[in-house]
């Protein structure tokens, strides 16, 4: 908009025409101000190779500004980047001091600069560097690490080297799926690795890597990985225990822990009979103090798989526990164990036995219906 100015005012500013320009901020300038206060941009720069005859805005900023209007716009889509700077222009050059021009986020650019990222030997050091600056300036727990993956579908075409690939599916397995597999700090949910992979892939296989790259960034020992079932195969257990890492998941019921289990059942039941159970109680929504769960521990020797000469032995508890939640749910689906008692089983190794009380760190999950305690020496 174009404003003719009053005689004082084109003497102090120089000017007989005030041109003003309205564009939408929206939450950009907060979205860029914390990538800016992340080190987003150096970081990208300084891992992602720029030739020498490239020109324009760097992979850095260019990423910033992108994820600026992914965020905001709740849209993913390169080809509408062009329109959105065209609304935006002098916004964001004012916001990242740098000079952007039309061309700086065309489609073949944002195709290159995915490239770059999908590469491990670029993205893993990107990741370890911004998971470092993180932790170190806002003094981040790292004790404990969650570990899952999950799938997404869609109607996509299936290709011999594609991302989509039909796989074991909890939607719809008509449809191809992509696999991310996810280690994050917990109970934060801070992503410290991600994984994007094919989907027809199987979980058990997931974990070691990316468990591998956590250890690698964090430099240090005694961290609680958590997870479900398929983060409990007897490999991913050798390897955390041969680095004095603890792991925390269920036993699947197969194998030799279905034979057991009628057995730690009925063993729980006798000791639920005779008060010996453990209590272990939480405070509810409404500051009471409930019973979560119940059950007993004990202690067994594995031996890892390999060689004799490689093989390595450790000690891990295994946590019999009642959770009255999932019991609950059980009673609602008709599917009830003997007496009622549903016993899931968590293992973590050389850690002090399971007390009642409030001095400890709880690890919740309600997709399992279940609360089991680990506590400090």
Partial sequence: MRVQLAQQAKEIL??????????????????IGQMVKMGLPEVLDRHIPRH??????????????????ILTEGDHRKVSMETY?????HTLSRLTAQAIEPLDFSDDRLSH??????????????????????????????????????????????TAEGLFQFGHSKDDPTRPQMKVMLGALDPLGMPLATDVLSGERADDGLYLPIIERIRSGLHKTGLLFVGDCKMSALETRAYLAQHQDMYLSPL????ATAEAMEAWI??????GNAGALERIVRTNDRGHTVLAAEGYEFERTCSAPGDAEDAMAWKERV???????HAAQQAAGFKL?????????????????????????????????????????
């Fill in 319 to 325: 946590l019999v526990v009642r959770s009255l939640m």
């Fill in 85 to 89: 700077l065209k609304g935006m222009h």
């Fill in 337 to 377: 164990t003997p007496c009622g008692r549903t016993f899931l089983v968590h293992y973590v190794p050389d850690a002090p036995p399971m007390r009642t009380g409030h001095d400890g760190q709880r690890i919740h999950d309600e997709r399992l219906g279940l609360t089991s305690a680990v506590l400090p020496a």
């Fill in 252 to 255: 699947p019921l197969t194998g």
């Fill in 52 to 69: 020498w005859t490239q020109r324009g805005l760097s992979w850095g900023w260019t990423a910033v500004i992108w994820l600026a209007y």
């Fill in 113 to 158: 600069l995915l490239q770059h990222l999908s590469k491990p030997a670029y993205w893993h050091q990107i990741e370890r560097e911004l998971n470092a600056r993180s932790i170190e300036i806002y003094d981040l727990s790292q004790d404990m690490i969650r570990c899952d993956a999950t799938t997404v579908s869609g109607d996509h075409e299936v």
């Fill in 266 to 271: 009925t063993e729980g039941v006798a000791k």
């Fill in 14 to 31: 120089g000017t007989s025409d005030l041109v003003m320009i309205t564009e939408r901020v929206d939450d950009v300038a907060l979205l």
